[in-house]
């Protein structure tokens, strides 16, 4: 089956403990991204991949790292998590990018910061 | 002024209505119009995608793009409750530089 798979699903951590959320397409697409979805601000994007070891800043970057070192998986890192990280975060991925095509969204990682 | 506005509702309807969801933008830098639908804690899937002005007809959705007045909407005709969910406009720049501006959705409740 089609898919992007993110996990953990949920996690509630502590300020400043490093964490990673997995993404993964088995789609063979070359373009990833990672959103972050908040109330009253609605879906935001923070980094975005156009290929293997090719990435690039969304509108919210800060606070976040990214790395495309296979074209399946597209993690997110938040180096020391603070709590306005609190979110709804998706990753998504498409064959070319948006512009060209459909891009499919994962199930959504809801994480806490406290 | 944000760059994309759009109404976060809730917006509840009588099943069978026709429903019309609507986003304004300020720049005009862009070009290619997007729908998404998000149903309760699931991600966002495409319904509609346009790139120019006019219509654009898929079943019971139409997605209508008025680049003049900075104006896009769709219309969902014969409402179902499964139309329930979140919907999301969204817009790339005509440089297009991948980078895709959400609005904050709008919350829709068909009433059987």
């Known amino acids: 089956e089609a898919q992007v798979t993110q996990n953990p699903r949920y996690l509630i951590t502590v300020t400043g403990k490093k964490l990673t959320v997995t993404c993964s397409q088995n789609m063979n697409h070359e373009y990833m991204s990672w959103y972050r979805q908040d109330p009253g601000l609605g879906l935001r994007q923070i980094y975005y991949?156009?290929?293997?070891?090719?990435?690039d800043k969304g509108d919210v970057p800060e606070g976040y790292k990214v790395s495309r070192k296979e074209k399946r998986n597209f993690p997110l890192i938040l180096e020391s998590p603070s709590p306005n990280q609190t979110s709804l975060y998706f990753c998504a991925s498409s064959l070319k990018g948006p512009y060209f095509d459909e891009q499919f969204f994962g199930p959504g990682t809801r994480l806490t910061v406290l | 002024q944000k760059e994309v506005e759009q109404d976060p509702g809730p917006l509840s309807v009588p099943e069978g209505a026709i429903v019309s969801l609507n986003c304004t933008y300020s720049?005009?830098?862009?070009?290619?119009f997007m729908w998404y639908r998000q149903y309760s804690r699931k991600g966002p899937e495409l319904l509609m995608y346009t790139y120019s002005s006019g219509n654009k007809e898929d079943g019971r959705f139409t997605a209508q793009v008025d680049k003049s007045s900075k104006y896009i909407s769709l219309f969902i005709r014969d409402s179902q409750p499964s139309d329930s969910a979140t919907y999301l406009c969204a817009m790339i720049r005509r440089n297009r530089d991948d980078k895709i501006i959400f609005g904050k959705g709008t919350r829709l409740h068909i009433l059987p």
């Open positions: 720049n005009s830098a862009f070009q290619y």
């Open positions: 991949s156009m290929n293997v070891e090719v990435t």
